[in-house]
């Protein structure tokens, strides 16, 4: 990486990383913490407290991914920044349960994720954009299994409402960083055609990657409906858990920038995907056959496998999907990209706490390994994209240059 291309991804992997440490906070205590206020006692009310968050995330990460085509990446990222901070403040200041489900909307209102992914692409070459996005991805995994050691720690001494105040400062210290750290965006011709969504919809390719990072999240979300409780059953009290998901996640970044970045160059992304992508459903498989009779060992071999296919799914497909989209469109697709995404956590959270209530996690995990199925076969015919000759590389120098 060039240091300006080091500078962009760390400044927006910081951002990223600022933002879903926020959100992973308060996932861990909240539905402990919401019984508490005036409602709290109703599980559905409860559950429209979490989940609300990515219903209006996904529905407006197309326009600000649209949005930030028109008007520029960094205001776009700001406003949304702005509306996620508001949003945790009117949580952190709630003392009732509809308070919260205002909060998290507003929250989930700040839908920047599109914006800020164009924007590292924007200023990465195609070479280095996985490499950039797996900051992101890593840095998202990394903040998740922080937040599983912190949050009972911090939730014991300043509450769910001091969460929120906590959250509110990193999103308000993430403008900061927009502002001035994250070195200036590309100046596009004023005459540049302008992406449509139906030349987003209309591309294979494209469809591909929405379909999977749908159903890579739903399955996600709807694992972890079940997995706190096979690991109490397998005897790991739920304040050790941290014990097996911080060594699991670790453990698999080294492993991903073993494999990944290596195969990469050689010209092995689709098999390297796949190779993801056949893990994921393994481990369903996996965690099928054990879920009568867990142990902690098992549990702790199959998560650390899911973390090495989800890690490296998640550093890949977005690099892929700024690749494949034209770049007057980028915005636009990774609009699309990212709600979809957004609406396979709603779905994973709704639909695997539904399964795991009516027909056991043996069911769920069996549902979750028939949709990996499913992508595998969808995903099959995909072809990476070609690397950009030299002249299509200055072609874009100079059109990104004021």
């Known amino acids: 990486m060039t240091p300006a291309e080091r500078r962009a991804s760390g400044s927006l992997a910081l951002i990223f990383a600022a933002r879903m440490l926020g959100l992973f906070l308060v996932l861990p205590v909240f539905a402990l913490e919401a019984a508490r206020y005036p409602g709290g006692d109703d599980p559905s009310r409860v559950g429209m407290a979490m989940g609300i968050y990515g219903l209006t995330q996904g529905l407006l990460q197309y326009p600000y991914g649209m949005a930030s085509d028109r008007f520029g990446r960094k205001r776009v990222i700001v406003l949304g920044l702005l509306v996620f901070a508001l949003g945790s403040f009117v949580a952190a200041i709630a003392h009732t349960l509809e308070g919260l489900i205002v909060g998290r909307a507003l929250q989930g209102a700040g839908a920047v994720s599109a914006a800020v992914t164009a924007l590292l692409a924007d200023q990465t070459r195609d070479e280095v954009r996985t490499k950039a996005m797996a900051m992101v991805g890593a840095s998202i995994g990394l903040m998740f299994a922080v937040s599983l050691v912190a949050a009972p720690l ?29 070195p200036r ?18 591309h294979g390719g494209l469809l591909r990657l929405d379909i999977g990072v749908f159903i890579l999240h739903a399955v996600q979300l709807a694992m972890w409906v079940a997995i706190p409780a096979l690991l109490v059953q397998a005897g790991l009290p739920k304040d050790r858990h941290w014990h097996v998901y911080l060594p699991a996640v670790l453990a698999s970044f080294f492993v991903m920038g073993g494999t990944l970045f290596p195969l990469e160059r050689r010209g092995h992304l689709r098999a390297v995907f796949l190779g993801a992508v056949g893990l994921v459903a393994l481990v369903q498989l996996g965690l099928l056959f054990v879920a009568d009779q867990p142990t902690v060992l098992t549990l702790s071999v199959l998560l650390f496998l899911f973390f090495c296919g989800f890690n490296v799914l998640e550093a890949s497909q977005p690099s892929l999907a700024s690749r494949l989209a034209p770049p007057h ?3 636009s697709a990774l609009g699309v990209y990212n709600t979809l995404q957004s609406l396979g956590f709603f779905a994973g959270g709704a639909v695997g706490g539904w399964l795991t209530k009516n027909v056991g996690p043996a069911g769920l995990f069996a549902t979750c390994a028939g949709l990996m199925l499913v992508w595998f076969a969808a995903a099959w015919p995909m072809r990476a994209p070609r690397p950009k000759s030299a002249e299509e590389v200055l072609a874009d120098d100079a059109q990104a240059t004021p």
Not at 166 to 175: D, Q, R
Not at 185 to 202: A, F, I, M, N, Y
């Open 185 to 202: 965006e590309p100046v596009l011709h004023k005459d540049t055609p302008r992406g449509r969504l139906s030349e987003v919809l209309s």
């Open 329 to 331: 469109a980028r915005g």
């Open 154 to 182: 911090l939730g014991a001494r300043i509450g769910l409402a001091g969460l929120f105040g906590v959250t509110c400062v990193l999103a308000l210290a993430c403008i900061a960083v927009v502002l001035w750290w994250t």
